[in-house]
């Protein structure tokens, strides 16, 4: 059986990554290459970089450290942010990632994901997705990270992401990130239950117990943090350890 | 050094990057004589089956393929490992290379996800030096939807979704084939790899 996956996710802009890292013993705590090859010595399954560069020059800087990742680690390697068109999806993938995450351009151009997974495959595609609750009880779908109600219910765009030909979803709740009280379990249960494709838990997690809980609790194939290990507050072996410990399939 | 086949399918920079990093001596080629001239030989892919077959009879690489297998070390990955096959049901009836018994068809998994995408555990068939020294739970990284059907007799490990998938052939001698990318199987696919290099 396939082992439950534990992704770390480095926030990069103009290559550099953001929010202070401070890992022990890398010779520059803000260089994405050095905090990739970090998290793959401890174990990450895959690593995303998310690129919030906002100039198109950022870009090629993006690319560059793509590059330069691939060299090193020897795991998939994701990146998202500022994929808008099928010319940026070839040219991640030929500098070295194995998968793309398209989110707000996948709502304004769900074509995007279809032509993706037509000229690269759908284990490439990759929709990157944020979600908050309504007072009536269902999930609506943002963009622009978070500050835009598409009032477009979740469960519809799921559906609709998996038949035009998406390999996977990465699924972030704005209700539960960074608040650290764990994974949002009813949406993420609510989008499994939807879907046949790999759902990613993604915003929430808080401490050691939280990932091995959103495996034992709703069908997720992998689980994202973020800055929980950039602050070093945890590891990706620790997780895994205690995910082992509770009889979860991990590498 | 090691020839990587370059006929126009697939990442083969990733594979380039971890023979580089390993410090393998390597060359992408599509060039017969360099291939016959290569001490071993990688044939990666991503893609098709039959559109593959297809570059390489264009590219006159079949024929090479078959005769220096009988010579040195080839080591077939992903869709460069279901080539290495007789028959091909993707899309369409096609033959392979025939270095491996046996046929590549569509993965069977009721109730699993197709493609077979992600980490998955090796178990033990027949010996193989390509898989010495791993750890005693060896986790590889798949991505595909087709998969061999071969003997036992060639199977030097599997895994297991919705039943046995081959994870790597061999013949006994010279050609082996990873359905996994040992390029992006972090520190155990990167013994298989230094493992090939040791073969000569």
Known sequence: MLAKRIIPCLDVRDGRVVKGVNFEGIREVGDPVECAAEYNKQGADEIVFYDITASHEGRGVMLDVVRETAKRVFVPLTVGGGIKTVDDIRETLRAGADKVSVNSQAVQNPQLIKDGADIFGSQCICVGIDAKKTPAGNWTVYINGGRIDMQLDLLDWVKQIEQLGAGEICLNSIDTDGVKGGFDLPMLKAVVDAVSIPVIASGGAGKLGDFAEAFERTDCSAALAASLFHFHELTVQQVKDDCRSKGIIVR | ?200
């Open chain 2, 1 to 200: 050094m090691i020839a990587i086949v370059d006929y126009g399918a697939g990442n083969i920079f990733s594979v380039k990057n971890a023979l580089d990093y390993l410090g393998m001596p390597n060359k992408l080629t599509e060039a017969p004589a360099e291939i016959e001239a290569a001490d071993e030989v990688i044939l990666p892919g991503v893609g098709a089956f039959p559109a593959a077959m297809k570059m390489l009879h264009q590219k006159g690489l079949v024929d090479v393929l078959k005769s220096q297998a009988q010579k040195k070390p080839l080591l077939g990955i992903c869709l460069g490992m279901q080539m290495l096959l007789e028959t091909g049901y993707e899309f369409e009836e096609c033959a392979g290379l025939g270095l491996i018994p046996g046929t590549v068809e569509r993965l069977d998994a009721p109730g699993l996800i197709i493609p077979h995408m992600g980490w998955n555990k090796l178990e033990p068939g027949v010996d193989c030096p390509l898989l010495q020294g791993l750890p005693e739970e060896a986790f590889v990284y798949f991505v595909h939807s087709f998969a061999a059907k071969c003997p036992d007799a060639n199977l030097a490990a599997w895994v297991e979704y919705g039943g046995k998938v081959p994870a790597m052939v061999y013949d006994g001698g010279n050609v082996f084939g990873a359905q996994f990318h040992p390029e992006k199987s972090g520190e155990v696919g990167l013994q298989i790899l230094r493992n090939f290099g040791g073969l000569v």
